[in-house]
């Protein structure tokens, strides 16, 4: 996979393909131990899950917004805020260890009864609410132009010497000293497509997160707290109706 960085609020080039059909699809399970009910608690006095469903409104090359879940409760909020919710997930689908890959495969194959197959699908997190809607255009744009995946992605600056490795008598030792710091990547869920059915040819792109806002991702109490601190701070804006 080649890593590409491009800047996350670039405004996407005219449609190539006015018949280009794209699903934003956002999972949100009901169950949650950290924080209860997490995905429909309040963040700046809307559910946590309506900033990821007014920055998919807002994305200027968004097709449909469903939204995925086992939760009557988290359907009435979806529906609330102007996404779909035409069916039920199974609870299997929706416990702590459950697949994400098989819950947007199940998506696929509900909205698919209906005669729906669209292009392509993003995946946005509800639990990422500091997104812009312009990172979400540039995922759809990419993969437009003929990119097979889009991936957002985080820098891991670490040295090799920060790594322990065992030695052959038991004993941990630094692995190799001596070595200058290098970067890492790693995916991050903050936005995530895939264009579906025919492959566009340009494999896949990675677009690197930078901004530490954006990467804020609601587990635990403290991360909500650190979130509405953000809101209250005014650093981010969250989209409007």
């Known amino acids: 996979m080649a ?12 449609k190539e393909d006015d018949a280009f059909e794209t699903l934003v699809l956002i999972p949100a399970r009901g169950g949650s131990k950290g924080i209860r009910d997490k995905n429909i608690a309040d963040l700046g006095g809307v ?30 909020v979806a529906l609330e805020w102007g996404a779909e919710a035409p069916f039920l997930r199974p609870r299997e689908l929706a416990e702590d260890h459950a697949d994400m890959g098989d819950a947007i495969r199940h998506a696929r194959l509900e909205l698919a009864k209906d005669g729906y197959s669209p292009d ?29 995946h889009f991936t957002t992605v985080k820098e891991c600056p670490m040295r090799p010497c920060d790594l322990l490795e065992r030695d052959a008598a038991g004993r941990m030792r630094m692995l190799h000293p001596d070595a200058d710091r ?28 930078g901004d530490p806002v954006a990467c804020i991702d609601i587990d635990e109490p403290e991360d909500l707290e650190l979130a509405r601190r953000v809101l209250d701070a005014g650093l981010f804006r969250p989209c409007r109706p």
């Open 120 to 148: 392509a699908v993003v995946i946005l997190l509800a639990t990422s609410p500091f997104r812009s809607p312009g990172l979400v255009e540039l995922a759809v744009d990419s993969l437009r132009r003929g990119y097979n």
């Open 3 to 14: 890593a590409t960085e491009v800047g996350a609020d670039r405004s996407p080039s005219p």
């Open 47 to 76: 559910p946590l899950l309506a900033h990821t469903i007014r920055t998919a409104q807002a994305a200027r090359n968004v097709d449909r917004i469903v939204v995925s879940t086992e939760s009557e409760g988290i359907r009435r």
């Open 182 to 209: 290098r970067l890492f990547l790693r995916p991050y869920g903050l936005v995530t497509g895939q264009r579906l059915g025919k492959a566009g040819g340009k494999g896949n792109l990675m677009h690197r997160i």
